[in-house]
């Protein structure tokens, strides 16, 4: 995984602060942070993180992925995916590891792949962590 780097050699962080909000296709090989509002796709070398109070509606494939608003779609991670206790989720998604912290909410398809193997389990989930 290649990351972007500024000009004094630190990692290139894209954001989507709050209030604002942005449709269509979105492609980076940096660490992507939204706080506003996102519609359309998003394809990441590297992580995508959605903050509390966030809305993203579509379809994601990155490395990593960290939920911590709102979600809505298809989601394919090479890595980890992460729910934070802010979390509403609602799609199908693809994942090598998935976390689920204390109050998030999963509502949807997960499809958990072991990098090592040639085969997907398949996981029915309709969860919400109190």
Same mark, same amino acid.
């Given at each position: 995984m290649r990351v972007n780097q500024n000009r004094n050699n630190h990692p290139t962080i894209?954001?989507?602060?709050?209030?604002t909000h942005l449709e269509?296709? =979105?492609?980076?090989?940096?660490? =992507?942070?939204?706080?506003?509002?996102?519609?359309?796709?998003?394809?990441?070398e590297s992580?995508?993180?959605?903050?509390?109070?966030?809305?993203? =509606?579509?379809?994601?494939?990155?490395?990593?992925l960290i939920i911590n608003g709102q979600w809505q779609g298809k989601a394919q991670i090479q890595g980890e995916t992460l729910l934070e206790s802010h %979390? /509403? %989720?609602?799609?199908e998604l693809i994942t090598?590891? =998935?976390?689920?912290?204390?109050? %998030?909410?999963?509502?949807? /398809?997960?499809?958990?792949?072991?990098?090592t193997a040639t085969h997907i389990k398949q996981i029915s989930l309709k969860q919400q962590l109190a």
């Open positions: 894209n954001r989507i602060d709050a209030g269509g296709h =979105l492609k980076t090989n940096s660490p =992507l942070v939204i706080s506003g509002s996102f519609h359309g796709t998003i394809s990441s992580s995508v993180e959605t903050t509390k109070g966030s809305i993203v =509606l579509g379809e994601i494939k990155a490395e990593r %979390a /509403l %989720a609602d799609g090598n590891k =998935l976390s689920i912290r204390q109050g %998030a909410q999963f509502n949807g /398809l997960c499809q958990m792949q072991d990098p």
